[in-house]
């Protein structure tokens, strides 16, 4: 199996624990898939194990902001997903005005770009959507010459940026896992 750098990085950190709120029905042809309810994040997903917490600070234009990520890694050695993952940060009050249709896409566009350049990818599409009313956007990076694909849905609620991505081998991609885990992200009221 080969080395994929993306999320490398997720193995070596310390990790939290998140508590499961609810089960769905056992799926008798692969693993239990759980709903997990963040209530410090504001969301929900259904995912096939434990979600655990990454936090860091990261220095921007705007300042320093704390960015959560919570991940699960499988731990079987021919898992067709090898990473599901949600991120979230939250931009300061004003940076990001809900109003400003040119301002949102511009922060999209920047964001697929920046993501792409990150994995040393290139981005095989990338279309605009609506998540539970706000903006948002779906698209695809592959990377490690093809052989590894990053799946991203992504919305911004007010001044909260939210990533819901899977990282898979390419021949992978198309697997039902995917958008079951991409389409189960659900905000929530505090």
Known sequence: MKYIPFFTVFILLGYLPVHVAALEAPDTTGPVWQIQRIYEGRFSVSIPGELKL?????SAPLGRMAYHTYFYQPQEKNSDILVYMVSYCDYPEGALP????ELIKAFFDATVEAAAAGVEGKVIYASDLDIQGYPGRIWRIQYLNDQAVIKTKACLAGNRYYAVQVVCYKEKS???SVDKFLDSFKLFSP
């Open 98 to 101: 809900a109003d400003s249709l």
């Open 174 to 176: 198309l697997h039902n």
């Open 54 to 58: 990454k936090t860091d600070t990261i």
